[in-house]
């Protein structure tokens, strides 16, 4: 596995052990992460920090032409939200840990003209997969379902 | 004009005193404001505080049941971010200070069934139109254009 999908997973993996739902994400410019994230619904009470938008804050403000030079990894396929936040900042490439546990807006993306990479990955599935399986309920919340 | 658009202009005029973009949100269930906010782009240097995400971060967490039945006024229309978030969890009517001075993503709220209504109000206008005049830079940047 890459060091980027490493990275979003090792932040899924923080979310945990916080207590909170184990989605991460990374948005990398020129072989370079630039912001860190995962899911904070759980740690900050927030309905609109899942893990692509943690990692597009904590990258702050950045000029258009770096966006467009961006790839976010996220290792759950991006919801609307999450989806709309990478089409408004026209990012060039999003790289996904698995789409199994959840199907997000992958088509609006590809639709958007942005690249799509789905990994299946067995190590983001199995995060997902226990999460659930223990919190079902912190879930439905966070995934508006 | 009703009490709930006055309370998102007042947001958008609280943001330009600030510093800041002037577009103003707030989120209504059962004739009460359970989240208030604006645009923190400048003030808290960050992409992904629009107006409308910033309400919806004040309400913080709310059940699914909540959203349903929120209506969501903003200033201007919203960008793919803010209703991909509307969409995520299913509010059901959003209400539309303008869309002259930007066509958000209206159209993919309908389709997804929530009502949208747009005013066309001249304040809200004004507030923009000043505003873009004076720093296009940042608007553009906020935008994504």
Same mark, same amino acid.
């Given at each position: 596995?890459?060091?980027?999908? !490493? /990275?979003?997973i090792a932040? /899924?993996?923080?979310?945990? /052990? #916080?207590?909170?739902? +184990?989605? *991460? =994400?990374?948005? $990398?410019? @020129? *072989?370079?992460?630039?912001?860190?994230?995962? %899911?904070?619904?759980? @740690? =900050?009470? =927030? +309905?609109?920090?899942?893990?692509?938008?943690? /990692?597009? #804050? %904590?990258? *702050?403000?950045?000029?258009?032409?770096?966006?467009r030079e961006?790839?976010?990894?996220?290792?759950?396929? +991006?919801c609307c939200?999450?989806?709309?936040?990478?089409?408004?900042?026209?990012?060039?490439? $999003?790289?996904?840990?698995?789409? @199994?546990?959840?199907?997000?807006?992958?088509?609006?993306?590809?639709?958007? *003209?942005?690249?799509?990479? $789905?990994?299946?990955?067995?190590?983001?599935?199995?995060?997902? !997969?226990?999460?659930? @399986?223990?919190?079902?309920?912190?879930?439905?919340?966070?995934?508006? $379902?």
């Amino acid at each position: 596995m890459d060091e980027f999908m !490493q /990275a979003a997973i090792a932040e /899924a993996k923080q979310g945990l /052990a #916080e207590g909170g739902v +184990p989605i *991460g =994400s990374v948005l $990398v410019h @020129q *072989g370079k992460i630039i912001g860190r994230g995962h %899911n904070r619904r759980v @740690q =900050s009470g =927030s +309905p609109i920090l899942h893990g692509e938008m943690d /990692a597009l #804050e %904590n990258a *702050g403000r950045q000029p258009a032409k770096v966006y467009r030079e961006c790839t976010i990894y996220t290792t759950l396929s +991006p919801c609307c939200m999450c989806a709309g936040a990478i089409e408004l900042y026209g990012i060039k490439k $999003v790289v996904i840990g698995e789409n @199994q546990t959840f199907m997000g807006a992958e088509q609006r993306l590809r639709e958007a *003209g942005i690249e799509v990479e $789905v990994r299946q990955d067995a190590s983001c599935i199995d995060l997902m !997969q226990n999460f659930i @399986q223990q919190h079902p309920q912190l879930w439905h919340e966070d995934i508006g $379902v």
